[in-house]
């Protein structure tokens, strides 16, 4: 059942550009986390897409739905509703998925979580995604793209984690290399984050063209699927990228590979009291979100 949100504590001010109506809040409702009100959506603002604000803090207008199932594609976890993505992300997937199947031994692959359907922080799991433009992919070779949608809630992917990380386990295979460098090479892509221990493999053994791997990045929990980012999509100017990578990246996957391994003694216990920052990612606010993303929102208009 849709949530119901206090209508009275909120006004329309003039509109704003990008996405939606530009609004002012009553000083008790901008404290509130922004997560209830996206989570409450169940479908796209309509319009043209458009990513606002940045990754972590942000929403998207004029979502669209991935398909469910394609050729070479099957969306997973359909009970989450977090199958939503630019247009850009949604023509990449496509793409990327028929590439796969046209160059490994993969048919396609299997698409976890892109976006609400308006974006914003998400109720569980992900700082990031808010803006349309991100999508995890899993490690798991599809066996068949006829699944059920009870099997896609019960499947599981595989971990390519060994070593808490530093390095890739015997599930990991050539082809996992080469989906992830059909995917880098997209000139859409900002990032693809991965488990550490991928991102050593690859400085490793990658010959020939090396370009494309400055754009793989070891992160935190990347092992049973990886993360693409997009760019901000060309038109999109209410949308922050994020600071483009620098170099190829190996030597610092090397350096987190032996902090892994070796992790450095912990320093002395330090007595300052936290700093303390707005709420972002999972937690940020309505105020502190971009004010065209309060506009989308149903809940408030």
């Not at 990449?92 to 692959?109: D, E, F, K």
Request: hydrophobic share 35%.
């Amino acid at each position: 059942m849709r949530r119901l949100f206090p209508f009275a504590m909120m006004f329309l001010a003039a509109c704003g550009s990008g996405g939606g109506s530009s609004v002012r809040l009553d000083p008790t409702v901008s404290g509130q986390e922004a997560r209830q009100y996206f989570g409450a959506e169940t479908s796209g603002s309509g319009g043209s897409s458009e990513a606002i604000g940045f990754y972590s803090n942000g929403c998207l207008a004029g979502g669209v739905e991935l398909a469910e199932s394609g050729p070479t594609w099957q969306a997973m976890r359909l009970s989450r509703n977090r199958n939503w993505g630019h247009t850009e992300l949604i023509d990449y997937l496509q793409t990327l998925s028929a590439n796969v199947a046209a160059n490994t031994s993969w048919p396609g692959l299997y698409i976890g979580d892109l976006s609400q359907p308006r974006g914003g922080p998400m109720l569980t799991g992900h700082a990031s995604h808010q803006v349309g433009i991100d999508a995890d992919i899993w490690m798991l070779p599809p066996s068949r793209l006829d699944l059920t949608v009870q099997e896609r809630e019960d499947l599981s992917s595989i971990s390519v984690r060994a070593q808490r990380g530093a390095s890739v386990n015997g599930n990991w295979t050539a082809d996992h290399a080469e989906v992830l460098r059909l995917a880098a090479t997209d000139p859409r892509v900002e990032r693809i984050f991965v488990t550490t221990g991928v991102k050593v493999w690859l400085c490793q053994n990658v010959t020939g063209d090396r370009s494309w791997l400055s754009h793989i990045r070891p992160a935190n929990g990347h092992h049973y699927h990886f993360h693409v980012r997009l760019r901000c999509p060309a038109g999109d100017r209410n949308c922050v990228n994020q600071a483009p990578p620098q170099g190829d990246g190996c030597q610092e996957a090397y350096d987190r590979a032996a902090r892994i391994l070796n992790p450095p003694p912990p320093g002395p216990p330090s007595n300052d009291p936290p700093v303390e920052r707005p709420p972002r990612g999972m937690r940020v606010a309505l105020g502190d979100i971009p004010n065209q993303c309060v506009g989308l929102l149903s809940g408030l208009n």
